[in-house]
């Protein structure tokens, strides 16, 4: 297609909306904080985990549809009161879907996208939901109505194309034929830029045809998601709608192009596109929406100025195919739709970003002329001069024969031409017609059934895919499976689906489902084994992860809502029945069910989310024989950090080898980009049919593979707070797995030591650790033994390390390597020095607990080694820690914040206290010694008793025994109290087991609270009897 004169082109920059949807039920339940607000056109979000801190936007459009709406009686949602702030479709629709009519009717290119994550409303906006119709319907409604409008001054013909690009291939969704499996190319030409060879494009004269079609591309994208096992989401949907309009009179066809295009869900682009993974390169899934990023972000840079070497529209389909929009002939739309809650932070701020960039794109649209409507004009014109020779021939009474004879010939051959370029049209018109009658024919039958009959209905991750496939479970039994050989068979496909899966019987006004043996089918999650009757809006989980929602009998129908029953609801039902419910989660964290924390309830939406894509990367490993096992984990549901805080929760899957039981943990993202590899894998090699590839694939390049890796099993803490004393501590510490398991008991020690290594001993005991301040302290760690290693339980050839990183040594250190063994010696001693402590290090001791990481190592995998780089030692090879003393410190801070100076005078006043303690003490003490002198005198006898009790222990010395003691009797009080917030109930447990359980948990919260109590009394008793000796030894009691 060629410009009409470039004197025409002017630069439009990028149109771009936003709008914020309504809580959905997940957010709802999760007591959700809107973040967004919205005045005029400025927006802005606020953080939530600093609520100060927000982000303000500027765009074209805003869009407030998160609240002050209600539903009418046709099923609109609509501003609850008239002139209401609530913004419903036909407004959306008034700004952005008029302006890409009136632009495509002036005869320039149009382009709207839809940007935002996963269920943030694009298809919502774009398509539409019942009868709140999106953008797309609309627009052809109104440009037919337009088209009917005008048909006097013009001529218009529609064509109507929609395709889905996922993993980088281009699937027609209205070819009749079925798909290539490598899809349709995209090709370039010098005037149309580039496009899709072998698209169907329709022709189309209704608005109501459009949208039939749009069903049956709807249909074919559910088809082809089960088909690829594939999450639509990650797909983009792109209609084309190309409209010519030729006016007869003027000699002038006007043409464009209107793209509008429902982009992947956008936080896909992060989550597997942002971590390390050797296979990161295979990756094709967000080639094209990262891409678009670029393109954008090279397109805005180029407006602001900077120097641009390239732009990378070809380096993906999708934006080779969008090359005019962005950055060239067309007037383009964006709208950005986002979710309003705090928990989508992140990835709403991300999406205004994008959009923000997006609105510096500057394109240079022009009216379109094709050469074929030239053509036409050329022909006319041509005629014109033609018949003008005739009749003057005639005038002027020349017989010229031959030429006369020339001239008709070439003027029916013209009109001959002009002619077939309009038939032509209606030609294809009559054809598309006739195919829609079909279509519609189906249609009108499917609805039908549906009033007769029960049925079951796909249910999709993707909400406008879901009630898409409807399979009729007329009379008599029915099987349903992968084979389609008999007019009695349910055809369906995906992961883990039989031949004949299970078979439905239909009789006397009941239906039943019976597995076939060694096929996987649960109904409201529970797998069944035998034959059981289905109740209406039942939930059918078939194979893998094929989702059915069962519709009763018309009878049993009574108008209910069947929306909630939702993707997530199947798979939250299912997470249920494996004891994975959101109050579990948040009992577990002493939460309270009605106030989940918003980190947790992300960990149980991950959890959900993940959780059938395990399924099925388990289904594909088991097809594909590559012998391992995926298992989701909770990372640090049972774990916190030094200072006994707990550590932020994450999902990670657990990936074992059957055989060598070699294990691998990956991260979400890891994973979620390895099963869209293994999905490709898995499509080759299976789906593919004849001709597949079948090659097994090299290790390096296997997405069920991973060179192996140390593993983080667990931690154990090794409380500090003695050493500020200078009390030894020989303890047992459990190691924790992430998820509670007690991996382990490691037998570890801290010794408070001379610079040389001797221990110190019980005179050395502090009672007050500031004493410690600006004086060397010198202590070992000692890790004895590890005592009950699940790890190498389970396969002797393992072995373990302990890693461990003491205040600020700026490396973690790790034992050597101890192999094969459950009660592994360790016999590691390391020794620390703080030449000067500081009180930096004082309050570490006081409120921190050495975390000692317990690793696991596997035969092949390297071995964890300590990084001595920037660690300083001192002349007896001991650790120098606390390298900033205290008042370096203070000194690198001071004037830089009052707080830090007001710190300072603290310390000076705590200084001044101590100083005149100290002072009075000595005052103290030498009274007492005159006082005793005095004694002395008298009695002379008691007198040297008095100093034979002197040689006995100071009551400072005893006062720390008793400290040891009570530190000693904690330690044990702590474990006994982590037993306990281990102890719940199993989750099977019945009414008994519940009443077992409770009992035990009774016998150890008695346990538990007689040695808290007795602790504290022996402490008391303790202090109770120095305070007696020491007021007995001062004479006041004598
Ligand atoms: N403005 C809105 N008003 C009411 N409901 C909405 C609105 N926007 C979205 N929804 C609802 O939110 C759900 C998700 O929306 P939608 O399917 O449009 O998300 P999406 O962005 O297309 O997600 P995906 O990337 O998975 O395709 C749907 O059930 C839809 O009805
Ligand atoms: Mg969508």
Known sequence: MRARGLEMASKDCVKVAVRVRPFNKRERDAGSRCIISMTSNNISIQDPRNPQNSRAFTFDYTYWSHSGFSRNKDGLFVPEETGGRYADQASVFLDLGQGILDNALQGYNATLLAYGQTGSGKSYSMVGYGPNKGLIPTLCERLFQSIRSMQDSRQCQVFFSMLEIYNEQVVDLLSKTSRSVSGLRVREDQQRGFYVEGLRRVPCDSAVQVEQLMDQGTRTRTTAATHMNANSSRSHMLIIIQLKQIFSKECITKQSNIYLVDLAGSERQRSSGSEADRLKEGTAINLSLTTLGNVISALADMTLGKKVVHIPYRDSVLTKLLQSALGGNSRTVMIATLSPADICYEESLSTLRYAERAKRIQNKAVVNESPTERLVKELKAENAKLLLRLSRMGQEGRKADDETKELRRLLTHNELQIRAIQTLWEQHLQEALKDWETQYATITQERRMMQMHPYIMNINEDAQLSGVVKLFIQEGEWDIGLADNSPRSLCIRGLGIQEKHAVFSNQQRRVSIAPVSGSKVIVNGVQISKRIELQHLDRLV???????LFIGFPSERSGEDWSRYDYDYFQSELAAAEGFHIQSLCDNQGHRPHQPDPSLLAVFYDYIKLMPMVTEANQMSTELKKGVEFKLEIKNLAMSDSKGHDLEKDIAVRVTSVESKQVWMWSKAKFVNRKFLMEEVYQQQVV????ADRAPLPRDRDPFWDPLETLHL????????SLAFRIPLEEQVEVVGPEGTEEAILQAQLVPCSPTGLPLGEDDILIDPSELLGKRLDFQLVLDQCCGLRWVKEARNRGVQIGFQVFDCPQPLYTPAVWHNVNPLLDHRVQFS???????????????????????????????????DGVKMTQEDSIIIDKISASEHLAAESGVSDLSSSLRALHQDLEQLRNANAALKKENSALREQLNSARNGVENNRGRQERRGSLRPSCDAEFAKALKVFYHSMTSVRGQLQRLRRHKPSEEADL????LFVDEHTY???????QLEQCVTTLKQDVAAIVRRK?????IWS
């Open 714 to 721: 667990g931690s154990a803490h090794l409380w500090l707070q």
């Open 688 to 691: 593919g049919g004849e001709g």
């Open 1004 to 1010: 150890l919260l008695k346990d538990f609270s007689e």
């Open 834 to 868: 703080a030449l000067r402590t500081s009180q930096e290090l004082l309050n570490y001791l006081q409120s921190n607990a050495l975390v000692l990481e317990l690793w696991g190592l596997q035969e092949g995998c390297s071995e964890l080694v300590s990084c001595m």
């Open 992 to 995: 008994l087991g519940l009443r």
């Open 542 to 548: 078939l194979g893998s992860n094929s989702t059915y």
């Open 1031 to 1035: 007021r007995e030894k001062s004479g």
